[in-house]
């Protein structure tokens, strides 16, 4: 259930980003208006306080995105 929708008024992808390699894959977006961060629906993510050395050798993690599945298949997730 979508409590809350914004749709995005800017985005910032790197100079530097690959179409065909996917290397620097990754974007900031401005929303058109905040969220309400009191809604229970939503969540923070923790960042690390440093990227430096981040993540540790052998720390598991978790990868969360909208984007494709592989890079042979050009349909996005669900």
Known sequence: ????QRSVSQAFIPFNY???TYTNDIAIIRLSSPFDMNDRSLAFICLPPSIENYPPDNMTAVAIGWGVL??????SSN
Request: glycine content about 0%.
């Open 18 to 20: 690959d179409l065909t």
């Open 1 to 4: 259930m979508i409590n809350q």
């Open 70 to 75: 592989s890079t042979t298949d050009k349909t």
